[in-house]
């Protein structure tokens, strides 16, 4: 088994772990959220800055927490793409530096590859084929994994990603920063059938709908209007923000089982930071436990940003031969079916 020390840097987060295949050895994560939620967003010079001034402590305390020696350590590994550029350089360095000085190899990983294998640390028995929904702030996908680097994506937003999604709807209501914990906590004391809001359809040139493509800028339009309406002294918070949640969890739970019916997948991983939606678990469950479908969502701690994932993800790549250049550089997007660029040939 491939003992992994990762580091992920892809965004507003510093987080360095070290993995024993599937198994966690230590998991440590800062958090900037009360850096940037004066901004409403995370600004990405703020962020590179951060991590700096992190990334030396939670390598050391990473390999403090799993009582780990460096020579136990079998490869390095962080995240390459996609993300910030700036933050992303930050991590990737480090990683790099800590490969030459320790003469271990080094493996760029893809974030999203990163979320898929979430669900490995708490599920180690789970094995592809599946059907992963990647739900974030900057992401929404319906992907089908068929193997270790081996991807097809067949549903994706056409504009705002559910998390993206989720801070604006927040940043109407003036609820702050970030909008999907705050947005799930307000709707669990609303009524959801308050509001008739629209799900989002993407039509085809030829008529009809695709199937699993999501929108949600009509939504957040559809939201913005009903706020302008409404008395600003007695705003219905919470009212809203279930109607909003409910309709999100609706739209995204029909799109992925209808892929998995379609697609004769029996089983279904959910990864992302609106992974810990409860409205959305609640959703999928039902809908998953009616179709004999089977849903695995990571515990709550490896939702959000978390180079345990990164570890896990490079683990397999490792026991497979995958290793990355030193010359390999970062890169804001690459899609998830283009992981094998990430390593030599």
């Given at each position: 088994?491939?003992?992994?020390?990762?580091?992920?840097?892809?965004?507003d987060?510093?987080?360095?772990?070290?993995?024993?295949?599937?198994?966690?050895?230590?998991?440590?994560?800062?958090?900037q959220?009360?850096?940037?939620?004066?901004?409403g967003?995370?600004?990405?010079?703020?962020?590179?800055?951060?991590?700096?001034?992190?990334?030396?402590?939670?390598?050391?305390?990473?390999?403090?927490?799993?009582?780990?020696?460096?020579?136990?350590?079998?490869?390095?590994?962080?995240?390459?793409?996609?993300?910030?550029?700036?933050?992303?350089?930050?991590?990737?360095?480090?990683?790099?530096?800590?490969?030459?000085?320790?003469?271990?190899?080094?493996?760029?990983?893809?974030?999203?590859?990163?979320?898929?294998?979430?669900?490995?640390?708490?599920?180690?028995?789970?094995?592809?084929?599946?059907?992963?929904?990647?739900?974030?702030?900057?992401?929404?996908?319906?992907?089908?994994?068929?193997?270790?680097?081996?991807?097809?994506?067949?549903?994706?937003?056409?504009?705002?990603?559910?998390?993206?999604?989720?801070?604006?709807?927040?940043?109407?209501?003036?609820?702050?920063?970030?909008?999907?914990?705050?947005?799930?906590?307000?709707?669990?004391?609303?009524?959801?059938?308050?509001?008739?809001?629209?799900?989002?359809k993407?039509?085809?040139?030829?008529?009809g709908?695709?199937?699993?493509?999501?929108?949600?800028?009509?939504?957040?339009?559809?939201?913005?209007?009903?706020?302008?309406?409404?008395?600003?002294?007695?705003?219905?918070?919470?009212?809203?923000?279930?109607?909003?949640?409910?309709?999100?969890?609706?739209?995204?739970?029909?799109?992925?089982?209808?892929?998995?019916?379609?697609y004769?997948?029996?089983?279904?991983?959910?990864?992302?930071?609106?992974?810990?939606?409860?409205?959305?678990?609640?959703?999928?469950?039902?809908?998953?436990?009616?179709?004999?479908?089977r849903?695995?969502?990571?515990?709550?701690?490896?939702?959000?940003?978390?180079?345990?994932?990164?570890?896990?993800?490079?683990?397999?790549?490792?026991?497979r031969?995958?290793?990355?250049?030193?010359?390999?550089?970062?890169?804001?997007?690459?899609?998830?079916?283009?992981?094998?660029?990430?390593?030599?040939?």
């Open positions: 088994m491939a003992t992994i020390l990762a580091v992920e840097t892809s965004c987060e510093t987080a360095v772990a070290i993995v024993k295949n599937r198994y966690i050895c230590s998991n440590v994560v800062a958090s959220i009360s850096l940037h939620g004066a901004y967003g995370v600004v990405p010079e703020i962020a590179s800055r951060e991590h700096l001034v992190t990334i030396n402590p939670l390598i050391t305390q990473a390999l403090t927490e799993a009582d780990i020696s460096w020579s136990e350590i079998d490869a390095i590994a962080a995240t390459a793409a996609p993300g910030l550029v700036g933050a992303l350089l930050i991590g990737v360095t480090a990683a790099k530096t800590l490969a030459i000085v320790k003469a271990k190899p080094f493996l760029g990983v893809h974030h999203l590859e990163g979320h898929i294998y979430a669900s490995y640390l708490s599920e180690p028995q789970l094995k592809p084929p599946f059907l992963c929904l990647l739900v974030s702030g900057g992401h929404t996908s319906l992907i089908l994994v068929k193997d270790c680097g081996q991807y097809e994506s067949v549903g994706t937003t056409r504009d705002d990603a559910a998390g993206e999604a989720f801070d604006k709807v927040a940043r109407l209501l003036k609820l702050g920063y970030p909008g999907g914990p705050i947005i799930d906590r307000l709707a669990k004391t609303g009524n959801a059938a308050a509001f008739s809001l629209p799900e989002g993407i039509s085809l040139p030829g008529g709908y695709h199937p699993y493509d999501c929108s949600f800028s009509g939504l957040k339009t559809a939201v913005m209007r009903l706020v302008d309406k409404l008395d600003p002294d007695a705003l219905p918070v919470e009212d809203l923000a279930a109607s909003f949640q409910r309709t999100v969890a609706r739209t995204l739970t029909h799109k992925t089982i209808n892929c998995a019916l379609d004769r997948i029996e089983n279904i991983v959910i990864g992302g930071g609106v992974a810990a939606n409860s409205g959305l678990r609640a959703h999928l469950q039902e809908a998953a436990a009616k179709e004999g479908l849903v695995y969502f990571p515990p709550l701690k490896l939702c959000t940003d978390n180079a345990a994932m990164i570890a896990c993800a490079a683990a397999d790549h490792f026991a031969g995958h290793r990355s250049s030193l010359a390999l550089g970062v890169q804001s997007r690459l899609a998830i079916t283009e992981v094998m660029k990430l390593y030599r040939n």
